[in-house]
């Protein structure tokens, strides 16, 4: 969504720039002339929530982009996906500075592998663009729901903040931090950016039921009151970006890069002290006659999973030109690498030999993209010359599985009797599992933009990409605006989009492990990949790029009294869309053959499952944003209303005939959602209230078999913020994130795991926050 209200808000030196980049290569286009639905977010509002995450900070002011919390989720917790238009992760392009932002190597919901965007400096960015309409044809692969292009800072000058925060529960303490320098100089400039951020774990957990039965059955056996803590994790994070450019007599040379390291912890399901319901971990066995995993962890225990990433990104390139032709040439390479560990956990099937501390390997991304753009300005007479942009790309994408610890997938004497193989609660990769996989592909576009009278503008652009994984695409977009007045106008596209299966998709297998709120007893499931030949005796095919079909009509308004804003409906179709194989339940003989492929978690499997092009889906939606500035009380006035419906439905595919999964997907996310932003500045004072509307959803308890569901109604939160300036150089701020400690209803089907709310909720259910911030400038 737009928000203009945080370009109105903000000082003179931080206003957002009107000229945009993105969804055009015509470089005088605004967001208010574009043909297609661009929003731009200022530096400021990027950096004015009381989260270290960027993706956080975006959700608050854009509605139509969901950022779930997830926590205690197989990695999730840690690498949380953003949602545009209800879409995957992975179906929408982040760019920065208009060049492509690599994957994170965590394969999430539905095996979606997109970008993290909370692996770039909020403090490094100047502004941000979110195009919301489908650009595959401008721009490549996943650009299916939109575009999020981050345009690094470029200001000159010093600023750095010191801010801390903490949830009224008292917990979820979080310490940041950075500081920014930027310097101009003839023909060039250079800006830098370094954030930290240390944040405390928080726990809306109770006791769970099994715990409690436990003691009842023990007399005298105390357990943790929580056995198991549901919440965000303990996490510390560096992140660090550059941005520059030199005038070098044949061209502008220019680099720009981003850098982040950090980790996080955080609890996975507690095992009960029991071989009558955990016989696969405490049962005695006679593989190790006199051992018992009692003596060991007497009350029970609670793996602890740790993820440690390091993440870069690095472009350079030179360009030129005049008015009539400019070039850019440019390179970029990127990686994302995550290291997995597993703390206070056994490898039951080795028994007293087993260590209790795991290292379960790693999964690394890494991207290499040469790209070679031009744009020519040929005038045929038109009202104005024609835009002619063109390119070439090539693209090499590379996933590597990094084997752990031998120990952590180890086949010890006890699996004959039926003792758990691996690290308990998520093995690790062996080494037969581990490897490296690469996808390269070529593509070059033309775009045509211009107008055809003074009030009428259309852009056509194609686009051919070829992959070697699974042969060639071609996509298009015609785009047009008609200008009724100066104030009032209508814009309209369509086009066809693609997301080309990754290489991670396609060979990578994992293990996850859930509880079910039933019985309360741990399962475990294998993904294999669609290749492997028990999937392909199972009826599983080689994966095909996703192609989507996207409507957007729209107008766009000004007024003379300061009232502006934007209404554009749209319809995404969705086909060969990823997602997951119904669950198979193998034969014994057959996860013995996996276990002989190098895979010996196998030999444990509730079930396994691949990912397939599994439905069609048909996204529709309407965003709306109204704003409204003006001088009042000696003052300045910004108000900002956006809004966003949004309605996905599956239209085929095998999902049609799976109910569970079918509303899983249909009403697992809100379709109403809302913010309104208020602020008025006056002397030294800002003042903002922000009123954040979420619509009901629907949540399951992801049980192995018979599933429970559970509606959740509507939400409001409210944040309100004071910023005083204490001189030119000094300022303060003291905020809270909803304000009057709302929380939504419990999760009362998932309430025998020790959930208090649910861990699929779209907003924070960690109850009010506040927090004080220190910034100076010089």
Do not use: C
Not at 23 to 38: H, I
Not at 341 to 360: C, K, Q, V
């Amino acid at each position: 969504m737009i928000a203009p209200a945080a370009v109105a808000q903000a000082p003179v030196e931080d206003a957002v720039q009107e000229v945009i980049v993105t969804g055009t290569r015509e470089k005088g286009r605004t967001k208010y002339d574009s043909l297609t639905p661009v929003d731009v977010i200022s530096a400021k509002a990027v950096q004015d929530g009381a989260s270290s995450e960027l993706a956080d900070n975006l959700a608050q002011v854009i509605p139509s982009l969901q950022v779930l919390k997830l926590p205690s989720s197989d990695g999730l917790q840690f690498i949380r996906p953003a949602r545009l238009r209800g879409l995957g992760s992975d179906q929408t392009l982040v760019l920065i500075n208009g060049k492509r932002f690599h994957r994170s190597a965590f394969l999430g919901q539905r095996g979606a592998q997109g970008a993290d965007l909370n692996k770039i400096s909020s403090l490094g960015i100047g502004r941000v663009e979110v195009l919301r309409d489908g650009a595959s044809a401008q721009y490549g692969s996943d650009a299916i729901a939109g575009v999020i292009n981050i345009q690094l800072d470029q200001r000159p000058g010093v600023a750095a903040y010191v801010q801390r925060s903490q949830y009224f529960e008292g917990d979820g303490e979080t310490t940041r931090a950075g500081i920014k320098a930027g310097k101009t100089f003839d023909g060039g400039f250079v800006t830098a950016a370094l954030e930290w951020a240390d944040a405390a774990m928080t726990s809306r957990s109770h006791q769970r039921a099994d715990a409690l039965a436990y003691e009842a059955a023990n007399p005298g056996v105390d357990l943790p009151d929580p056995v198991q803590h549901w919440g965000a994790p303990d996490t510390k994070n560096y992140n660090f970006t550059f941005n520059g450019a030199l005038e070098t007599g044949f061209g502008e040379l220019y680099a720009f890069g981003t850098a982040a390291k950090g980790e996080g912890i955080n609890d996975i399901n507690w095992r009960i002290p029991s071989a009558t319901s955990n016989a696969s971990v405490y049962k005695p066995v006679l593989s190790f006659p006199g051992w018992d995993l009692k003596s060991v962890y007497p009350l029970g225990f609670t793996p602890r999973e740790e993820a440690k990433y390091q993440d870069y990104q690095a472009v350079a390139g030179l360009r030129g030109g005049g008015e009539v032709f400019t070039w850019d040439l440019s390179a970029s390479i990127g990686e994302n690498e995550t290291e997995f560990y597993l703390y206070n956990t056994i490898n039951a099937s080795m028994g007293p030999d087993s260590p209790f501390d795991f290292f379960l390997g790693t999964q690394t991304q890494a991207e290499v993209n040469l790209n070679a753009d031009g744009v020519y300005r040929l005038d045929v007479g038109l009202s104005e010359p024609l835009n002619i942009a063109f390119g070439a790309e090539r693209r090499e994408e590379t996933y590597t599985i990094g084997a752990g610890d031998a120990a952590s997938y180890a086949v010890g004497a006890g699996a004959k009797d039926g003792l758990a193989v691996g690290s308990n609660g998520f093995p690790g990769f062996s080494d037969v599992q581990a490897g490296e996989w690469s996808q390269e592909s070529y593509g070059a576009y033309v775009d045509v933009e211009g107008k055809v009278t003074p009030d009428w503008t259309w852009a056509a652009a194609v686009r051919y990409e070829d992959f070697d994984s699974f042969g060639d695409t071609t996509n298009t977009k015609l785009s047009t605006r008609y200008d009724f007045s100066p104030k009032f106008a209508a814009r309209g596209s369509v086009s066809t989009g693609f997301r080309a299966p990754t290489p991670g998709q396609i060979n990578s297998l994992s293990v996850s492990q859930g509880l079910d709120t039933v019985t309360l007893q741990v399962f475990t499931n294998g993904r294999l990949s669609p290749l492997n030949p028990i999937a392909v005796s199972k009826g599983a095919k080689p994966l095909e790029p996703e192609e989507s079909d996207n409507l957007t009509m729209g107008f766009v308004w000004r007024t003379d009294m300061g009232l502006s804003g934007t209404i554009d409906l749209y319809q995404i179709d969705v086909n060969n869309r990823l997602g997951q194989s119904s669950s198979i339940t193998l034969t014994q003989a057959e996860k013995n053959a996996l276990v002989a492929q190098g895979y010996p978690a196998a030999a444990s499997f509730t079930s396994v499952y691949w990912y397939t092009n599994d439905y069609d889906t048909r996204t529709k939606g309407i965003d709306v944003v109204t704003s409204y500035a003006r001088t009042i009380w000696d003052g300045q006035l910004n108000l900002t209303l956006a809004y966003n419906t949004n309605k996905t439905l599956i239209t085929g595919g095998s999902l049609t005939a799976n109910p569970t999964t079918k509303r899983n997907f249909e009403e697992g996310l809100p379709r109403n959602n809302a913010s309104f932003t208020g602020n008025f500045r006056k002397g030294p004072f800002e003042y903002q209230v922000r009123v954040r509307h979420y619509g009901s959803w629907t949540d399951s308890t992801g049980n192995s078999t018979g599933d429970i569901f559970q509606t959740f109604g509507v939400m409001n939160f409210v944040d309100a913020s004071v910023l005083y300036d204490i001189n030119t150089n000094l300022s303060l701020k003291v905020s809270v994130e909803n304000l009057f400690d709302d929380y939504p209803e419990k999760a009362l089907f998932q309430a025998s795991r020790g959930i208090e709310y649910s861990r699929n909720a779209p907003y924070d259910t960690y109850g009010a926050q506040a927090y004080v911030r220190l910034n100076a400038k010089f």
